[in-house]
């Protein structure tokens, strides 16, 4: 679970390059956001992240990991993550996930974003606004933690809060954020759910990525044939939304954010501390 091991502690500089490959990353996500509609496959819409990243001098962390043969991982309604994009055409109404990275001189960024495209079900525009509402209650709680437990807490405060007397919704608990710096998978796991195991504490130069992933239905998946796309087992809709964080001595800063944040984060009342 919680590994205390093996943290790698960025310096201030270490976190201004992940910066750099979180801007784009960001970039990623507005150019996916802008050439997802309906009649597009999502083969194309990689095409459109690796010309983001050729035109960053960037690369995909990806492309090639453990064999993973697309630039970002791109996930359509009962697909919870790790989709491989293919000639698959987006329909009106589809659940669209995007889970994108970037390296730059040898440090990563990582952020995931969930769009609902034309004609949505009402219930679908709730499950991607929960989900992403639960990922900034994480951020949020970061921000003021004394041990990582403390995000799997409000994430999950959040999902119930927002669903209180209405359909309720499931958050998937065999996926977990994790460490991010010169690898993009790396100690600590990051759950999204409260732990009786409450992590390691919370120090400076702490980089993490925060994703929860939650269902319609059940919070149980499986793997296709294809050894990567994970889906539900329910065939119930899924959303997937995440940021990079990092925590300095003067606070945090998420590196995968335009605005580094504040926007969302100051409606929680925690303010942003760039090293820019």
């Not at 994970?230 to 990092?246: F, G, K, L």
């Amino acid at each position: 679970m919680f590994s205390r091991s093996r943290i790698e502690y960025k310096k201030p500089d270490q976190i201004r390059q992940m910066r750099r490959a979180g801007l784009v990353v960001a970039d990623i996500h507005a150019a996916i956001r802008g050439a997802a509609v309906p009649g597009v496959s999502t083969a194309e819409l990689d095409a459109v992240a690796a010309a983001v990243l050729q035109q960053a001098g960037a690369r995909s962390n990806f492309l090639g990991y453990h064999g993973f043969p697309a630039h970002v991982c791109l996930s359509v309604n009962d697909e919870v993550v790790h989709g491989i994009p293919s000639e698959r055409v987006l329909q009106p109404g589809d659940v669209l996930s995007a889970d994108c990275g970037a390296v730059v001189e040898g440090w990563h960024g990582d952020a995931a974003f969930s769009m609902v495209l034309q004609e949505a079900e009402a219930a679908d525009v709730e499950l991607v606004q929960t989900t992403e509402a639960a990922m900034w209650a994480g951020i949020a709680a970061l921000a003021g933690a004394e041990r990582l437990g403390e995000v799997g807490d409000a994430v999950q405060a959040e999902v119930e809060r927002r669903t209180a007397g209405g359909p309720a919704l499931s958050i998937v608990t065999e996926y977990v954020g994790h460490g991010i710096g010169s690898a993009m998978h790396q100690p600590p796991d990051v759950l999204n759910i409260a732990s009786s195991n409450r992590g390691p504490k919370i120090r400076p130069g702490l980089c993490v990525a925060i994703e929860p992933m939650v269902t319609r239905g059940t919070a149980e998946t499986r793997v296709l044939a294809d050894d990567w796309t994970v889906v539900t087992t329910d065939a119930s809709r899924a959303a997937h939304s995440e940021h990079t964080v990092a925590v300095h001595s003067g606070g945090i800063w998420v590196l995968t954010a335009p605005d580094g944040g504040a926007g969302q984060l100051a409606a929680r009342g925690v303010r942003v501390a760039p090293l820019d």
